[in-house]
């Protein structure tokens, strides 16, 4: 079973040998490839082999490299992640629009719950208002629910003065948090043999993870949540909170009955939104629960 993060952040040669991945720096590390779910290449002097990238996106296992600043900026994909890869996406092109607003529904409200959830030991009444959002969302949440939700929600979190659109340390760990769950997201989509661009919400022509994006929403408060138990002291992430960001995929939930990594609650949620689409039924929907 893959549970390992691996994290690469010193200049090194990273190849394939005997189906272990094998980074070669100033001191030399085997990892066994079937225990990889995540491999992130933080630094630019990195040599990788084809050869195993390869073994590695075989595997499906989220490949992320890092830009100059060391934040994710690009991800490896298949081109075809299934055996059905044609069927899937002709049927993606064919899901309804009332399939597609009450599915999107379903995922903001329950997006909005677990912001309620993460502020609950916080501030209790702002919680109860937050909460009182999620059960106003209409089919395609015509009526912008989520985006007031939103502002309430991180100015609660964060402070008064915190918008996510102004550059800031705290914005930099949410965003690391995001891209490392957006990862996981795109790479379970084409595992299904669907594509990313085409997405129930967002319609971005210049995003090219509209899906990832849409089904990764009622993830987001866990890094949120995350980022809050973090000391804002520096000026740049520290090795440490990128480590924990990205150790988010291997912590526990509870879905369909059962404990599950977030990661393996990511497969069996995105599964079911997509049965939802196409079956146009929300009752398909296996949501995950977390202690905030």
Same mark, same amino acid.
């Given at each position: 079973?893959?549970?390992?993060?691996?994290?690469?952040?010193?200049?090194?040669?990273?190849?394939?040998?005997?189906?272990?991945?094998?980074?070669?720096?100033?001191?030399?590390?085997?990892?066994?490839?079937?225990?990889?779910?995540?491999?992130?290449?933080?630094?630019?002097?990195?040599?990788?082999?084809?050869?195993?990238?390869?073994?590695?996106?075989?595997?499906?296992?989220?490949?992320?490299?890092?830009?100059?600043?060391?934040?994710?900026?690009?991800?490896?994909?298949?081109?075809?992640?299934?055996?059905?890869?044609?069927?899937?996406?002709?049927?993606?092109?064919?899901?309804?629009?009332?399939?597609?607003?009450?599915?999107?529904?379903?995922?903001?409200?329950?997006?909005?719950?677990?912001?309620?959830?993460?502020?609950?030991?916080?501030?209790?009444?702002?919680?109860?208002?937050?909460?009182?959002?999620?059960?106003?969302?209409?089919?395609?949440?015509?009526?912008?629910?989520?985006?007031?939700?939103?502002?309430?929600?991180?100015?609660?979190?964060?402070?008064?003065?915190?918008?996510?659109?102004?550059?800031?340390?705290?914005?930099?760990?949410?965003?690391?948090?995001?891209?490392?769950?957006?990862?996981?997201?795109?790479?379970?989509?084409?595992?299904?043999?669907?594509?990313?661009?085409?997405?129930?919400?967002?319609?971005?022509?210049?995003?090219?993870?509209?899906?990832?994006?849409?089904?990764?929403?009622?993830?987001?408060?866990?890094?949120?949540?995350?980022?809050?138990?973090?000391?804002?002291?520096?000026?740049?992430? +520290?090795?440490?909170? =990128?480590?924990? !960001?990205?150790?988010?995929?291997?912590? /526990? %939930? *509870?879905?369909?009955?059962?404990?599950?990594?977030?990661?393996?609650?990511? +497969?069996?949620?995105? =599964?079911?939104? !997509?049965?939802?689409?196409?079956?146009? /039924? %929300? *009752?398909?929907?296996?949501?995950?629960?977390?202690?905030?």
């Amino acid at each position: 079973m893959s549970w390992r993060v691996v994290i690469v952040s010193s200049r090194a040669k990273i190849e394939l040998k005997l189906n272990y991945l094998v980074i070669r720096a100033e001191e030399t590390k085997r990892i066994f490839i079937e225990e990889i779910s995540v491999l992130i290449i933080e630094n630019t002097g990195c040599a990788v082999t084809v050869s195993l990238l390869e073994a590695l996106w075989k595997k499906k296992i989220a490949i992320i490299f890092c830009d100059g600043k060391r934040l994710p900026g690009a991800q490896l994909l298949q081109l075809y992640g299934s055996y059905d890869t044609s069927t899937k996406i002709l049927i993606q092109t064919h899901w309804s629009q009332e399939a597609k607003a009450n599915v999107w529904r379903e995922i903001v409200r329950e997006k909005i719950f677990n912001q309620s959830a993460c502020l609950r030991r916080i501030d209790a009444v702002v919680s109860d208002q937050v909460y009182s959002y999620a059960l106003r969302v209409l089919p395609g949440d015509e009526t912008n629910r989520e985006g007031h939700a939103a502002k309430v929600y991180f100015n609660t979190l964060f402070s008064d003065s915190f918008s996510r659109s102004e550059p800031c340390l705290t914005n930099s760990c949410l965003d690391y948090g995001y891209a490392i769950l957006l990862s996981a997201f795109a790479r379970t989509v084409v595992a299904n043999g669907y594509i990313t661009q085409l997405g129930i919400f967002h319609r971005n022509t210049f995003n090219e993870y509209n899906l990832a994006c849409d089904l990764m929403e009622p993830f987001r408060p866990i890094v949120d949540h995350c980022v809050l138990g973090f000391s804002i002291d520096d000026y740049e992430l +520290s090795k440490e909170q =990128k480590l924990m !960001l990205a150790s988010i995929l291997t912590s /526990d %939930v *509870s879905i369909d009955e059962s404990r599950h990594t977030v990661l393996d609650a990511i +497969s069996i949620y995105v =599964k079911s939104v !997509l049965e939802a689409l196409e079956a146009n /039924d %929300v *009752s398909r929907i296996k949501f995950y629960r977390y202690e905030f």
